[in-house]
């Protein structure tokens, strides 16, 4: 399967690294990361809010986050979206989605005191949260309305990754990635998006929490789309060059029993949600 799977931020960490070892003694870090955003109100004024990030990183790049960085430092990352799946104690399934680090950039200044303090409401302030997928549809989307009459749909795109084991064995895994659109392109997307079709999405990644009835805590990462391309052919008229050419040697089929029940445990109740 011909897939995209690509997360770039530019934020702030919100504590120190944690950096540990596994036991064959290769560096392992865990980071937490804040990004802004801005988005209108349901009463059209503009407002700020705030996303966080739980990013891993590895072998020199967890060395370096351990001797460089700490609680405030500013920091660049690219890599692949990856959501880890587990049962907790009373036998519930959890998830918790993460971006696995492959490049990292480190931004404050050695000389802080030239440093230029830049209103938050300049074009030039601000902060980076993009992600990018190219994957399948995993199901129809349904197109909802918000109290206030917004379009607003969600749906899950399956894309996979691979890479080589110690034992230079190939090895894959799927990821599933909950998308959520509003308005006009909500509208146009629920036309076309059907399920097992392939798409381009690009947006911004936000968590949301919420509580189950029994009291605890349940969270799910979403990407807040801007931009949704149909990649499929759109019949015999259209224009060929135009179609992505799929190049992989991946078999991987998905099966409806590989989408994890997050996508229909989680979904969005627009009510709920500030923008």
Known sequence: MYALNRAQIIGQLI???????TPSGQSVGDLRIVTKYFFTDRDGNEQEGNAYHS??????LADICGQ??????????SGRIETDSWEDESGDKRYKTRIVADEMIMLDSKNMENEIDIPSSSLVSGS??????????TRDPDIRQTPTGKNVISFSVATNYSWKDREGNTQEKTEFHNIVIWDKLAEESSKYFKKGK????????????????????????????????YLNSLGKNANIQNTPVSVSTSNTKISDDMIPDI???TDIKPEDLPF
């Not at 990013?55 to 020199?60: E, K, N």
């Not at 980076?128 to 549809?137: M, P, S, V």
């Open 198 to 229: 392939k798409v381009y999405i690009s947006g911004r990644l936000q968590t949301r929490s919420w509580e189950t009835p029994d009291g605890k805590k349940r969270y799910t990462t979403e990407i807040i789309a801007d931009k949704a391309m």
């Open 68 to 77: 460089y960085l700490r609680a405030g430092s500013s920091i660049y990352i």
């Open 128 to 137: 980076l949260n993009k992600a990018e997928i190219i994957g399948n549809l």
């Open 263 to 265: 996508n229909y445990e």
């Open 55 to 60: 990013v891993v990183v590895w072998r020199g």
């Open 15 to 21: 504590q120190d690294p944690e950096i540990r070892k």
